[in-house]
C-alpha cells in the first residue's frame, strides 16, 4: 500500500486479519446496498463465532443468510429478522442470539462508535422490553433511555464509486446504514462498483470520506430485488 | 358495514394537509398513498433513506438500489432527498415527520401501543416502528377493532409487550375513528352502517360516547 492507495487486489486481503469470535458491522437494508461479495468471501473462509451487527440479517441463500448455512454468526445485533427460515430455526434452537434494536437507535449506535460518542440518550423503546436493564433518565420533563454505540473489529460496506483515496459516494437508497458502518470499523473494508480516477469524484459530494476508509475493492454485484412493485 | 381497507386508506388521508411531510407504514397506512386529495401536496417519508418516495416503476424500469422500507421497489419524486439512516432517524426523533400512519395489534387508554411483539410466537423485530411512535407528534393507528374471534383491541391496558408509551392520540378502526384522551377512548365517527352500539361492545376500554356521532361519509 503506497501512500493513500488503500485498493487491495483481491477479497482474501480485503478481509485479511478477519478472525473467529470478531465483531463484524455490516450495511445494507434487506438486501439493498449488502456487501455482497465480502459476505462471501467469509463464507469462503469459513470464520466462526462471529457477532454480526446489520439492520437485517439477508435471506436464505443470499447476503448475511450465507453465513448462517455453516453456522457461521453466533449473536446478531438487528432491527429486523423476518425472511429468513435457516435464521428463525436457529434462533428457535439456541444456537444463535439476537439482540433487536430498533433502527434509529442502531443507525445512531454506529454513527456514535464511529463518533467517539460511548453512549446517548433516546426517547425510543422507553417503556418497552427495549428499556430492560438500561438507564433511564428525565430531560425536560420527558424519560430517555440510555443506549451505548456500537464498534466492530471490522465494517463491511457496499458502495457505488471511490477512489483509491478511498472517498466513497453511494447509489440512492442503497446508502442506507453504509455510511454509518463505515466510520464504525476498526478496519473497514468498501467494495465498489467502479474505483473512478483520482479528481473524478466532487469532493462537494462524497458520501464518506477516505480518513473511514482503509481498503477498497472493486467487485461485480447480483442486487437481488427482495419485492419487485411495479406499476400496474 | 365494516370499513374496507382502501375505506380506512380514504378516511386517513383526510387528515393530510398541503405541504406535510408523513411517513406510512407497512399495509393499510401504505394504501393512504393512493388517496391523497387532488390539489395537495404530500411528501412520502420512507425511513431508509428517502424523503419523497414516488410511484412504484414502470415494468422493466425497476433499480435494486432504489427501494422504500417495505424493500418493494420504488422511485423518487421530484424533490426528493436520499440519506442515511441515522439522517432518516433524526428527522423522525426529531420531531420533523408531520405525520405518521402505522398498524398495531393493541392500543390502549392511555396512548400506550403494541405493535411488534406476540409472546410465543416468533419475534421478527421491531424494525422502525418504536423510534417513529417516539418521535411523533402526529401519528394515526389504523387496526381491525377487533380480532377475528371478536376480542377487542381497544384495552384498558395493553397485554402485549409495548412498542412505545403514551404516544397514541388517535386510532382509526374498520368500525371507528376514535381519539384519546384522559384515560379514555373518545369516540368521533363511526362507519357508515355500524351502530353506537357495536362499538361500544367491542371496544374493552372506556369509551366516551357523545350525543352526537356522526356516520363516515364517503363519495
Known amino acids: 500500500m503506497a501512500g493513500f492507495d488503500k485498493r487491495v487486489s483481491s477479497y482474501e486481503e480485503a478481509l485479511a486479519g478477519l478472525k473467529d469470535g470478531m465483531t463484524v458491522i455490516s450495511g445494507g437494508f434487506g438486501l439493498c446496498g449488502i456487501p455482497e461479495n465480502l459476505i462471501n468471501e467469509i463464507k469462503r473462509q469459513g470464520i466462526r463465532d462471529l457477532t454480526v451487527v446489520s439492520n437485517n440479517c439477508g435471506v436464505d441463500g443470499f447476503g448475511l443468510g450465507v453465513l448462517l448455512e455453516d453456522r457461521q454468526i453466533s449473536k446478531v445485533i438487528a432491527s429486523y429478522v423476518g425472511e429468513n427460515a435457516l435464521f428463525e430455526k436457529q434462533l428457535l434452537s439456541g444456537e444463535i442470539e439476537v439482540e433487536l434494536t430498533p433502527q434509529g437507535t442502531l443507525a445512531e449506535k454506529m454513527r456514535a462508535g464511529g463518533a467517539g460518542i460511548p453512549a446517548f440518550f433516546t426517547a425510543t423503546g422507553v417503556g418497552t422490553p427495549v428499556a430492560d436493564g438500561k438507564e433511564t433518565r428525565e430531560f425536560k420533563g420527558r424519560a430517555y433511555l440510555m443506549e451505548e454505540s456500537i464498534t466492530g473489529d471490522f465494517a463491511i460496506v457496499k458502495g457505488w464509486k471511490a477512489d483509491h483515496f478511498g472517498n466513497v459516494i453511494y447509489r440512492h437508497t442503497a446508502q442506507n446504514f453504509n455510511p454509518l458502518a463505515a466510520t464504525a470499523g476498526k478496519i473497514t473494508v468498501v467494495e465498489v462498483e467502479e474505483i473512478v480516477e483520482p479528481g473524478e469524484l466532487d469532493p462537494t459530494q462524497i458520501h464518506t470520506p477516505g480518513i473511514y476508509v482503509d481498503r477498497i475493492i472493486c467487485g461485480t454485484f447480483e442486487k437481488r430485488i427482495e419485492q419487485l412493485t411495479e406499476r400496474s | ?219
Not at chain 2, 411488534?116 to 411523533?136: C, F, N, R, Y
Not at chain 2, 361492545?201 to 372506556?206: D, E, I, L, S
Open chain 2, 1 to 219: 358495514m365494516a370499513l374496507s381497507r382502501e375505506q380506512m386508506a380514504q378516511r386517513v388521508a383526510r387528515e393530510m394537509q398541503d405541504g406535510f411531510y408523513v411517513n406510512l407504514g407497512i399495509g393499510i397506512p401504505t394504501l393512504v398513498a393512493n388517496y391523497i386529495p387532488e390539489g395537495m401536496e404530500v411528501m412520502l417519508q420512507s425511513e431508509n433513506g428517502l424523503l419523497g418516495m414516488g410511484a412504484f416503476p414502470r415494468v422493466g424500469e425497476a433499480d435494486a438500489d432504489m427501494i422504500n422500507a417495505g424493500k418493494q421497489t420504488v422511485t423518487a419524486r421530484t424533490g426528493a432527498s436520499i440519506f442515511s439512516s441515522a439522517e432518516s432517524f433524526a428527522m423522525i426523533r426529531g420531531g420533523h415527520i408531520d405525520l405518521t400512519v402505522l398498524g398495531a395489534f393493541e392500543v390502549d387508554v392511555h396512548g400506550n401501543i403494541a405493535s411488534w411483539m406476540i409472546p410465543g410466537k416468533l419475534v421478527k423485530g421491531m424494525g422502525g416502528a418504536m423510534d417513529l411512535v417516539a418521535g411523533a407528534e402526529n401519528i394515526i393507528v389504523t387496526m381491525t377493532h377487533a380480532s377475528k374471534d371478536g376480542e377487542s383491541k381497544l384495552l384498558s391496558r395493553c397485554s402485549l409487550p409495548l412498542t412505545g408509551a403514551g404516544c397514541i392520540k388517535r386510532v382509526l378502526t374498520d368500525l371507528a375513528y376514535l381519539e384519546i384522551d384522559n384515560g379514555a377512548f373518545i369516540l368521533k365517527e363511526r362507519a357508515p352502517g355500524v351502530s353506537v352500539e357495536e362499538i361500544i361492545r367491542k371496544t374493552a376500554g372506556k369509551l366516551i360516547v357523545p350525543d352526537h356521532v356522526p356516520e363516515m361519509q364517503f363519495a
